[in-house]
């Protein structure tokens, strides 16, 4: 017995693994087939439209349709039930008053005169316009039935005690194949008193004419009802087209506006709603466009007037330099109070035009004539260098700065001059946010994209900080006083030198744990970045058998 249930167990679960495996199978093809159907729907407001309406009025249509069908089917039914009884109890009338003067069952006579009167009532059957007629005793064993047709498959058990025992005319459909094809016939039955007894009277009539009548209707409102749906469907589709094509054209020119055609303007045409709207859009196109030009122009004027004064600059602060300079080197002449200011003057016109440089720098960047000098060039000797410039810097602020490099070299197409500025700004960034604690510098590559990382381990950024650090003159504390007389600039132009070289510049922070920031570059001039041979989140700030989690930065790329 156990081995019976073990069987019946593992047949079980096969029939329901197969089911399992037919409907997954039926849901992948219904994928298949409902994936563009799906696009379609979630794109087309067009398509949508008419899908709705054309299901609601097929729904609607069909409903209807029924209705009617039913309706009329009911209504050809009555007309023929009610004649049909009419001409039962005409029928039986006359078979009762025939049968009266009859007053024994068993006489001959009686078997000759159903014989007479289902001929009679008849009427030559239904191949003449008649019915079937049909005389049967049930109680009366000595007398046949008298018929025109073998109607004994027509009269149910039902029909027959309802007639015959009850005494009750009663009426029903029933189906059955005389040899011409399955026919409806609606059978109606009577009792029929008698001198000798009651007998019953069966009155036959087919429905063929009925079906096809009602056939015919069933057709009719189908066909109705199709046309209908179709028309509704067109109706909508155009209704629709008229609605949306003026909404399509908008979005079209509202691309063109953003793509920079800001001449772009919709057709206007009559004065309804989709013409006042089309008037709407263009005088909004027409007050952005000169908006645009305004700031474009007041821009180019902001960018003029900062190159202008960076270059006219350049003169006096060369006149200021060398009288600097003179004075700087007969410094140890001077009172120490006059020195000591001669150095303080020294300082800050190296500053000061430090910031020139960068204004100028900038001002090329916004005029969009920088040019990318891209030659194949060791990164690894880059870094070196940029660490060893920065060397004085690092040993006055006290912050020990770590170097990891790879032992081969790493060939990347770049500017070495601009990737080396990004990398001085980073590092002397780093070193300036420091807070005396070491500073950490690795380089990595793939087949891809080399990458370089700047670590700190000072105050860190706050949350959304890294979203701000590359802004011109942005500090996380206002109040700190640059330490390696950075211009405020730096971070910037290296985002645009980022940019420049098809790259990414993106930073990270954590408050008490400092900030990293990491510049990725593409191996081969041109290629677009997909990943980062090194991760933005230094690894010492994660959390202990925590996941990485990809934070917010801000990345750029060409």
């Known amino acids: 017995m156990a081995v019976d249930t073990r069987s019946v167990t593992a047949l079980g679960a096969r029939v329901l693994a197969a089911a399992l495996d037919l409907w997954r199978r039926a849901a992948r093809r219904g994928a298949v087939v409902a994936g563009p159907l799906h696009h379609t729907w979630r794109r087309s407001l067009h398509f949508r439209v008419v899908a709705i309406t054309l299901v609601t009025s097929s729904l609607l249509v069909s409903s209807f349709a029924y209705l009617v069908a039913t309706q009329s089917t009911n209504i050809l039914l009555d007309r023929t039930r009610n004649a ?9 009338d006359y078979a009762a008053e025939q049968l009266r003067a009859f007053n024994q069952a068993y006489d001959q006579q009686v078997q000759t005169s159903l014989r007479n009167i289902a001929s009679y009532l008849s009427r030559g059957g239904p191949e003449q316009g008649g019915a079937i007629v049909a005389l049967t005793a049930s109680k009366q064993p000595y007398l046949r039935t008298a018929q025109s047709f073998d109607v004994s498959p027509l009269i149910s058990d039902d029909l027959a005690h309802q007639v015959a025992v009850d005494s009750r005319v009663s009426d029903q459909i029933r189906t059955h194949d005389f040899g011409a094809g399955p026919t409806k016939y609606l059978v109606t039955g009577s009792p029929v008193p008698t001198g000798f007894g009651p007998i019953e009277l069966y009155y036959i009539v087919p429905l063929t004419t009925e079906d096809q009548t009602a056939g015919q209707i069933r057709t009719m409102v189908l066909l109705t009802g199709a046309a209908l749906v179709i028309l509704l469907g067109v109706l909508s589709a155009l209704v629709t087209r008229l609605v949306v ?27 309804d709603d989709l ?37 006219e600059l350049r003169t006096p602060l ?5 009288a600097a300079d003179l004075i700087f080197a007969e410094r140890d002449e001077f009172d120490p109070a006059v020195a000591r200011a001669a150095e303080l003057l020294q300082a800050e016109l190296d500053r000061f035009e430090g910031l020139l440089t960068d204004l100028l720098e900038i001002s090329r960047f916004d005029a969009g004539f920088a040019m990318l000098d891209a030659e194949p060039t060791d990164l690894v000797p880059v870094v070196r260098r940029v660490v060893e410039r920065l060397g004085g810097v690092s040993a006055r602020a006290g912050v020990p700065i770590e170097v990891s490099l790879p032992e081969t070299p790493v060939i990347a197409e770049v500017d070495p001059r601009r990737v080396e500025r990004i990398l001085r700004n980073l590092v002397g960034n780093a070193v300036e946010h420091g807070e005396g604690r070491p500073v950490s510098v690795a380089l990595g590559a793939d087949d891809s994209a080399v990458a370089v990382t700047v670590r700190d381990r000072g105050i860190g950024l706050r949350p959304g900080e890294e979203k701000l650090v590359f802004n011109r003159f942005w500090r996380a504390d206002p109040s700190r006083a640059r330490q390696t007389g950075g211009t405020g600039l730096g971070l910037s132009i290296s985002l645009e030198d980022a940019r420049l070289h098809g790259g990414w510049l993106e930073a990270w922070g954590a408050p008490g744990q400092g900030a990293q920031f990491r510049l990725t570059l593409p191996v081969r001039a041109g290629d677009r970045l997909t990943s980062s041979p090194l991760r933005l989140v230094p690894p010492d700030a994660l959390p202990p058998n925590a996941i990485e989690v990809r934070p917010t930065t801000l990345e750029v790329s060409a």
Not at 84 to 92: G, I, M
Not at 255 to 263: H, P, V
Not at 276 to 293: G, Y
């Open 245 to 271: 094509r003026p909404v399509r054209v908008a979005a079209r020119t509202a691309q063109r506006l953003s793509a920079g055609l800001l001449d772009q303007r919709m057709a206007v045409r009559g004065e």
């Open 318 to 322: 060369t006149t200021v330099r060398m």
């Open 84 to 92: 049909a009884l009419k001409q039962l109890q005409v029928d039986t």
């Open 275 to 311: 013409a006042l709207l089309a008037a709407s859009f263009n005088q909004m196109a027409t007050n952005l466009q000169r908006q645009i030009v305004r700031l474009e122009e007041m821009s180019r004027l902001q960018r003029r007037f900062t190159s202008d004064v960076s270059h």
